[in-house]
């Protein structure tokens, strides 16, 4: 089994950037690829950005150039730094991993972009 626990989430002016964490409960060099997702009020939940075992990454059209998503072996955390952030960034971003087989998510961290 694998526990996901977000952190990071807040209030944010457009613009401004913010670091979510992921940490995982065992080492994220035994699990596949890992990424964040995000779900706004009223819309389906959307892939931002995913991450390699191996460390290549893919985006969304609409963070591209503006989030990273990276991972830490040694601490078993996922990373995804989010800049220029704007109003329609606005959600409840998860964590998410795949292993033996399972989809595990964490409990989702609050993400408000607002002046």
């Known amino acids: 089994q694998v526990q996901l626990v977000e952190s990071g989430g807040g209030l944010v002016q457009p613009g401004g950037s913010l670091r979510l964490s992921c940490a995982v409960s065992?080492?994220?060099?035994?699990?596949?690829?890992m990424g964040w997702y995000r779900q706004a009020p009223g819309k389906q939940r959307e892939l931002v950005a995913a991450?390699?075992?191996?460390?290549?990454?893919n985006y969304a059209d609409s963070v591209k150039g503006r989030f990273t998503i990276s991972r830490d072996n040694a601490k078993n955390t996922v990373y995804l730094q989010m800049n220029s952030l704007q109003p329609e960034d606005t959600a409840v971003y998860y964590c998410?991993?795949?292993?033996?087989?399972?989809?595990?998510w964490g409990q989702g961290t609050q993400v408000t972009v607002s002046s």
């Open positions: 998410n991993a795949g292993f033996l087989g399972h989809i595990y």
């Open positions: 991450i390699t075992s191996g460390g290549n990454t």
């Open positions: 065992r080492r994220i060099s035994s699990i596949g690829a």
